[in-house]
Antibody
């Protein structure tokens, strides 16, 4: 079965960096786009970043563009989110999400909490 | 970006009674391939979101048949025919026809 197991996250001071990882299994990772979605605890869902199956295409929501970088290692079946220049407003639960079916969010990781605080 | 508007935002329901959630999009979620990419997700307390429905009414494997999706154009509905205790949580609609994909604000379903 499909599994997305996330790691990374934690508490970090404003301006610092953090990297999230998402290890995928149960499907052909290298064939599918992947996303990061975030959620302020108790609030709604916000799409953050997309990477195409081969890593050539990437896109970001405006508030993180230039600070966050999405990448993938298809040999390791792992998705990453490098978060630089973190701000207090980046505090959220971050989910990795697969796009196995056409134009859909099929499976979600367990989520990892990132807290940006001085 | 396409704006997704859900109503109500809070929905207290009695066990065994029906529930209905509305989702309206600022632009029809019909893609150039002719499909309507309107999806529903359920997020139970303390859990990750889980997809319930794709393309308006295609129920995911394992989703009880008391859940149904309908609608067209810019107006869509998720219905629960008889609410059970395990249905408590927040429900989100999402359009994936137009980039970037966008979510509704969420509707919190709770038991009266």
């Amino acid at each position: 079965q499909v599994q997305l197991v996330q790691s990374g996250g934690g508490v970090v001071r404003p301006g610092r960096s953090l990297r999230l990882s998402c290890a995928a299994s149960g499907f052909t990772f290298s064939d599918h786009a992947m996303h990061w979605v975030r959620q302020v605890p108790g609030k709604g869902l916000e799409w953050v970043a997309l990477i195409s199956y081969d890593g050539r295409q990437k896109d970001y929501t405006g508030s993180v563009r230039g600070r966050f970088s999405i990448s993938r290692d298809n040999a390791k079946n792992t998705l990453y989110l490098q978060m630089n220049s973190l701000r207090t407003e980046d505090t959220s639960i971050y989910y990795c999400v697969s796009e196995i079916g056409v134009k859909n969010f099929d499976y979600w990781g367990q989520g990892t909490l990132v807290t940006v605080s001085s | 970006d396409v704006v997704m508007t859900q109503s109500p935002l809070s929905l207290p329901v009695t066990l065994g009674q029906p529930a209905s959630i509305s989702c309206r999009s600022s632009q029809s979620p019909v893609n150039s391939d002719g499909n309507t990419y309107l999806n529903w997700f359920q997020q139970r307390p303390g859990q990750s979101p889980r997809r319930l429905m794709s393309k308006v009414s295609d129920r995911d494997s394992g989703v009880p048949d008391r859940f149904s999706g309908s609608g067209s154009g810019t107006d869509f509905t998720l219905k629960i025919s008889r609410v059970e205790a395990e249905d408590v949580g927040v429900y989100y609609c999402m359009q994936s026809a137009h980039w970037p994909y966008t979510f509704g604000q969420g509707t919190k379903v709770e038991i009266k």
